[in-house]
């Protein structure tokens, strides 16, 4: 196997049309006050505590869980290309923004994640596409990524559903 396709074959790609124009689905994923209202597993309430929306900007939020447990996200920005993509690296982090294992698999979930979010017109509508790939991971880190590609469908869907919602298409 060549390096792109091992490349490829360790993203999960997640695609999704939304009925709504691209400009209302952009700053559904790039104004704090509507990201906060459908980011985040669903169930989770986000609060979004710092937001600079430039390439090398930062957001940093909060997901508080129905039982009580609290989370914390950051994204650090690659790439602003309004309203067509988003490109940052994704990490579970601390009250501080400070990276930190993710609470979950042992401790061998990637500590970052590439995320491309595209956006492209679909008549009246929008499909967005999600992909997300270990960024210098271990092996077992990228295996773990690997095994967890349902998991992590199962989670973007509910977090789409909560999105379409907002949109107003549910």
């Given at each position: 196997m060549e390096a792109n396709e091992t490349a490829k074959?360790?993203?999960?790609v997640i695609s999704r049309v939304f009925r709504a124009p691209r400009p209302r689905v952009w700053d559904a994923w790039t104004k704090p006050d509507q990201l906060s209202r459908w980011f985040g597993p669903k169930g989770v309430t986000t609060t979004v505590q710092a937001h600079e929306l430039r390439p090398g900007g930062v957001l940093h939020a909060r997901m508080d869980t129905p039982?009580?447990?609290r989370m914390w996200a950051r994204?650090?920005?690659?790439?602003i290309?309004?309203?067509?993509?988003l490109v940052w690296i994704h990490c579970f982090s601390d009250e501080?923004?400070?990276?930190?294992?993710a609470?979950?698999?042992?401790?061998n979930w990637p500590l970052e994640l590439l995320t491309t979010v595209t956006?492209?017109?679909e008549g009246p509508a929008t499909r967005v596409t999600l992909t997300w790939a270990p960024l210098n991971a271990t092996e077992i880190e990228r295996r773990t990524f690997a095994a967890n590609?349902?998991?992590?469908?199962?989670g973007w869907t509910g977090s789409f559903e909560v999105l379409d919602g907002l949109l107003g298409g549910a």
């Open positions: 074959a360790e993203e999960f039982d009580g447990g994204f650090f920005y690659r790439e290309s309004a309203p067509s993509r501080h923004a400070g990276v930190v294992r609470p979950f698999f042992d401790g956006f492209a017109d590609m349902g998991s992590m469908n199962q």
